[in-house]
């Protein structure tokens, strides 16, 4: 048997059943019971610094009308 033949047979038929697990184990990961809060948290993070901006970071320098 070529190694073609034998590599297609072998995604054909045992790489498809594996990749198929995978799926469902991720589906079943993603919408476990425990996962809820990192999912608000996920949802909810584009908002947590709507009103006042994060900080931590160096001052912008001071920008003068001669450097345009």
Known sequence: METYSLLR?????????????VFVGVVIWAWRPGSRPIHEDAAKSIFRNELKPAGGGAPAPARSDREA
Do not use: R, Y
């Open 9 to 21: 047979e072998f995604a054909d038929s045992w790489m498809l059943l594996l990749l198929t697990l």
